[in-house]
C-alpha cells in the first residue's frame, strides 16, 4: 500500500489473503424447512493485485479464491470469484461460487459472501513507510 503523503501516488501491488472467521449459516429447502445447521470455522484465501494502487483507493479481481469449513467436511466450495476494494485502510470481498453443504444432506448451493474489515499493519505504517503486511479484523457473511 502506497504512503498517505501521496494519497492518489500510484504504484502496483500484489497481496495473498489468508484467514478465519466463525460463522453461521443455516441451508433452507427449497419448501423453506431447514436442512441443515452448519456454525464453525471457515477458512479463506486468494491472491490480489492491482497495477494501479494509491493510499486513498484499490480495487481489482481476486484469483485463486478458495473457502472451506474447519474443519473441513461441511462446507467445500469450488469456483469461487470475488473483487476487492481497499479504500484506505476499509477493506471490503464480495464473491460467489458454487459449494457443496454436507451439513445439509450434501446439497449444491450457491454461496454468496462479503467480508468487511479494517487492515492493520504489521509491516510499515503507510506514513513513513509503505505497508507490506498486514491482517484484516473484521467479519464475515455468507449467504446461499
Known sequence: MPLATSPLACAATSFTLAGSSTVTLEEDATS???VGTYS???SFSARGASNCASFALEADVLSNVAMASDPAGAIACTGLSAVY???GFHFRVQGSGSCTLTFAGSISATLQFTMVGVLVPTQGDGLTT???AGTIAGVTLLES
Do not use: D, Y
Open 32 to 34: 423453506g424447512v431447514t
Open 40 to 42: 464453525g470455522g471457515l
Open 85 to 87: 476494494v481497499r479504500t
Open 130 to 132: 509503505p505497508v507490506t
